[in-house]
C-alpha cells in the first residue's frame, strides 16, 4: 500500500504541493507558539550584574498566605526581601559571604534620558567590577560609575555629575570608573548607606547573593539556603533563573509571555488543524471519481482509506520534518518582535527545546491523518455504483457526525457569546471573544454547503446580469455547492479572523480612550522625558497661583481580601484561616487635588479623606463609607484599608483610588510618571505651562501637555496588548490567506479537463475567464458573507460586554480594506490557475490525467 501510495503521489503532483504546504507550514507555527510558551514558562534570564554569584535568593512572587479562587496568579510588582535575611543566609553551610543587593532607578544622566541602576559599593563583588581608575566611594555624594557610562558621558575621577533617582535631581562627585567583563549596564556604584537612603525601602532590600566557599556545589549550596530562608517569602535561584533577580521585568515579561503564547498556540493550533483538514478534505474530494472507479474493479473500502492515509502520512512526515528548523527560525522572530516592543525584556532567553518540537510534529501528523481518515471514509463506504454518480455532481454532504460536530462548534460559540454578552464587563471580555471566533467559523465551515445554496440561490441575478457565462458560473455554483463550499470556507476564515481579531483591539483601543478623555477633568498632564517626576512637585503646583489642583497619578493592581474560616486552600492544605483575593486596578492620587482632576464624583463620602491607609470603591463592589477591607498590595504586603469613599467608574473599567504615597513605595520602581492639574479659570495653557516649567526648576525633561495632547499620548502607551492583538492577527490570518491562496488554486487547476472541454464544443478563451470571473466574484461574495457572520458572532457580545455599542470601534476603513484584500486574492487565485490551463491545447487538456 505505501508503494501504490507513493506512485499515486508522483502523478499529483499540485495535490502532493499544496497538502505539503499546509501541513508545513501548520507545523512551523505551533511550533513557534510552542516555543514562546517555553521561554515564558523557563524564564531562562542570564546574569549579568550578578554573575560571580552561584546562588542568589530573591523575593518569591507566588502569592503569599493562604488563598483559594482564580485570582492567585503571581505578584505584579517585586516582592522584597527583610534585611535580617542576609545574615541568616550567611549562616548557611557552604556559603562563604552572602551580599545584601538594593537597585535604585536612575532616570537621567547629566541632564539626558537613562536607563541606569544604582547599587551599593559591597555589591561590586557580585559581577564582580574592578575599579580602573579612581578609588571607591567612601562618603555621601561619591559615585562610581561603569567604564562605559563614563566614556559616553565624558567623565573621569573628581568630576561632578548631575543624576536623577526616581525624578529627583542629585549632585554627585565621580570618585571611581569601574569595570564588568560580564555585563555593559550602565550601573552607578553609591556608597552602602547612601545606596539605602536612595533606596528609601527600610529593613527591605531586593535580593541576596551568595558566594560559595571553595569546593561547594553550586547545587547542594542552594538547597542549604533554602533550607534557610523556607516560609520567609524568599526563592532560591541558580543557572539561568539568577537573571530574574536582576532583571524584575521579566517578572511582569513571564506573566505576559505565558498566556499570550497560551492564547497564540492554542488558537493557531485550531487554525491548523481547520487548515490541514479543508485542503486534504478538498483534494480527497476531488479524487472521487477516481476512488469510484477503484471500487468498480475491486477494490475494499479499507484498502481505498489505507492508501489515502498511506499518501498523506508521507506527506505529513516530510512536512514535519521540514518544519522543525523554520519552526525555531519562526519563534525567534515572534520572540525578536514581542521584545522590540517593550512586551518582555530582551534579557529573556529564548527556548525551544524537544517539548515544542515534538507538539508541533505531532499536531502536524495527527492532523493530516485524521482528515484524510474522515475524508476518505464517505467515498469508501457507499456502493461502487453510486460513488460513480455521486462523483460527477458531489451533492451529498450530510452525514450524522458532521451535524453533531457542528452541534457542538455552534453550540460552543453560543455559549461563549452568551458569556461574553452577559457575564463579562470591559476588555476582559476578549479572552472568550476570540476562541468565539474560531468556534463560529468551524461550526459555520460545517454546515457551509447548505448556506452556499441559500447564498447562491440570493445571488441569482448576478447571472442575469453577465450574459450567457455568467448564467453558466451562476448554474456550476448552485449545482456542485460541496466544491463551492470548499473554495469558500478558506475565504470564510481569512475575512473572519481577520476582522474579529483586528477590531478586537481597536475597539479595546477605542474604548479605552474614550474612557481616558471622560475621566479627565484635569486641564494639563506634567510629565518627565526620563519618566519620572520628584514626588514633592505636586505640592509645589498645588501651591502655584494659577493652578487650582494638583494630584499625583500612578497606576498598580492589587487585590481585595475576603477573609474566609478554615478549610482546604489552593495547595489542599488545610488551614485555620484563608482569604480569597478578587483582582482590582488601582490609581494613585493625591487628596487634596483628587476631586479638582478627577472626572467621576464621590457618591458617599470625601476624596479629600484619602490619606494613609484608605481606599475610594467603586460602589458595585457593596462596601459602605468606614468599612474596612483587606488589600493586597502588588509587592505582596498586606494592609487593612479604610474605605473612606465611593464612586461610579465607567461599567468595565473600574479602579479603586488609593493615596499616591501609599501605592508608590509598593511599586518596582517608585517612579511618579505623572501629575495632573486644574488650571484656575482665566489661566492659558501657556501661562499654565511657563509656571510648572519654571516650579519645577532643575527637574529635567519636563513636560506640560493639554487634555488632547494627553488623550493622543494614552491612545498610543499601551503597545503591549495592542502588539500582541496584532502580531496574533497577523499570524493566524497569515495562514488562512496561505491557505486560501493553496486552496483555490488547486480547486482551479483541477478543473483544467472541463475547461477543455468547453472549448472543444466551440467555447472560446474570453467566455471561459468570464465564466470563471463571474465564479470568483460569486466565491468571494459568499466567502465575506460567512466570514462576516463569523465576525459578527464575535464582536456583537464583545461590543456589549466592552461598552455596550453595536458598531466595533476603530477606523471604519478596516473592514472595506479586508474585503477587498479577499476578492483580489480570490480572483487572482482563480483566474491565474485558469489563464495557464486555457494555455493548453484542448484535445490535450481533456486527455491529461
Known sequence: ?????????????????????????????????????????????????????????????????????????????????????????????????????????????????????????????????????????????????????????????????????????????????????????????????????????????????VLAAPGTDPAKLADAVGGVVADRGAKVLRGDERGLAEFPDAISGRQNLIPLAGAFGGLATMVAVFVVGSTVGMLVQQRRREMALQR????????????????????????????????????????????????????????????PRLVGFGVTLVAGLAAAFIASRRVSKVRPTEAMAEATLQTRWISPIRMILAFLFLGGASALALVTATVMTGPIAASTSA????????GIALVSPGLCRWLTAALRPVGWMTGLSGRLAMLNASVRKVRLASAVTPIMLATGLATALIYLQTSQDDAGSRMFAEGLKADAVVSSQSGALPPSLVDTLSDLPQVAGASASVSGAARLEAVLGPGEDDNDKM???????????????????????????????????????????????????????????????????????????????EYAMVPAAELLP???????????????????????????????????????????????????????????????????VGYAVIALINSLIVATAERRNEFALQRLIGTTRGQVMWMMSVEALVTALVGIVLGTLVAAGSLLPFGKALDGSVLPGGPGWIYPAIVATAVALTFVTILLPTLVALRARPVEAAVAP
Open 1 to 209: 500500500m505505501l508503494r501504490l501510495a507513493l506512485k499515486s503521489l508522483r502523478y499529483r503532483k499540485g495535490g502532493f504541493l499544496a497538502t505539503l504546504i499546509a501541513l508545513f507550514v501548520g507545523g512551523v507555527v505551533v511550533q513557534s507558539c510552542g516555543g514562546l510558551l517555553e521561554t515564558g514558562i523557563r524564564a531562562d534570564v542570564k546574569a549579568e550584574r550578578l554573575a560571580a554569584a552561584p546562588v542568589v535568593v530573591t523575593g518569591s512572587q507566588d502569592y503569599p498566605g493562604h488563598a483559594i479562587g482564580t485570582a492567585t496568579d503571581p505578584m505584579s510588582e517585586r516582592v522584597l526581601l527583610d534585611e535580617d535575611l542576609v545574615d541568616a543566609v550567611a549562616k548557611a553551610p557552604g556559603v562563604a559571604k552572602a551580599v545584601s543587593d538594593v537597585s535604585v532607578p536612575v532616570n537621567s544622566l547629566a541632564g539626558r534620558p537613562a536607563d541606569a541602576t544604582g547599587h551599593g559599593w559591597s555589591s561590586a563583588v557580585l559581577s564582580p567590577y574592578k575599579l580602573t581608575a579612581g578609588g571607591k566611594p567612601t562618603g555621601s555624594g561619591d559615585v562610581v560609575v561603569d567604564s562605559t557610562t563614563a566614556k559616553k558621558l565624558g567623565v573621569r575621577p573628581g568630576a561632578k555629575l548631575k543624576a536623577s533617582v526616581r525624578g529627583i535631581p542629585h549632585d554627585f562627585r565621580v570618585s571611581g570608573i569601574a569595570e564588568s567583563r560580564v555585563t555593559d549596564q550602565p550601573v552607578l556604584l553609591f556608597s552602602d548607606d547612601e545606596a539605602a537612603q536612595l533606596y528609601d525601602r527600610p529593613g527591605k532590600i531586593d535580593d541576596i547573593g
Open 296 to 355: 468498480t474493479i475491486g477494490v475494499t473500502p479499507g484498502q481505498l482509506r489505507r492508501m489515502v492515509m498511506a499518501e498523506t502520512a508521507v506527506i505529513a512526515l516530510l512536512a514535519a520534518g521540514l518544519s522543525l528548523a523554520p519552526g525555531a527560525a519562526f519563534g525567534h522572530v515572534m520572540y525578536d518582535i514581542l521584545v522590540e516592543q517593550d512586551l518582555i525584556p530582551g534579557e529573556m532567553v529564548f527556548r525551544q527545546g524537544f517539548l
Open 435 to 442: 476562541p468565539a471566533a474560531m468556534l463560529w467559523a468551524v
Open 575 to 653: 488551614v485555620k484561616s484563608r482569604v480569597r483575593p478578587s483582582r482590582l486596578d488601582v490609581q494613585g492620587v493625591t487628596a487634596s487635588g483628587a476631586r479638582q482632576t478627577i472626572a467621576h464624583p464621590a457618591v458617599h463620602g470625601d476624596y479629600a479623606n484619602l490619606t494613609g491607609n484608605s481606599i475610594v470603591l467603586p460602589t458595585k463592589n457593596g462596601k459602605d463609607v468606614g468599612d474596612r477591607v483587606r488589600l493586597r498590595w502588588g509587592n505582596g504586603e498586606a494592609t487593612m484599608m479604610k474605605v473612606v469613599g465611593l464612586f461610579d467608574p465607567p461599567r468595565g473599567f
Open 666 to 732: 509598593r511599586t518596582t520602581n517608585g517612579e511618579l510618571s505623572q501629575i495632573l492639574i486644574k488650571s484656575k479659570p482665566g489661566v492659558s495653557h501657556a501661562e499654565l505651562t511657563a509656571a510648572v516649567q519654571k516650579a519645577a526648576g532643575d527637574v529635567p525633561g519636563v513636560g506640560v501637555f493639554d487634555r488632547a495632547e494627553a488623550t493622543a499620548a494614552h491612545a498610543t502607551s499601551d503597545e503591549t496588548g495592542r502588539v500582541a492583538s496584532f502580531l496574533l492577527a497577523a499570524v493566524v
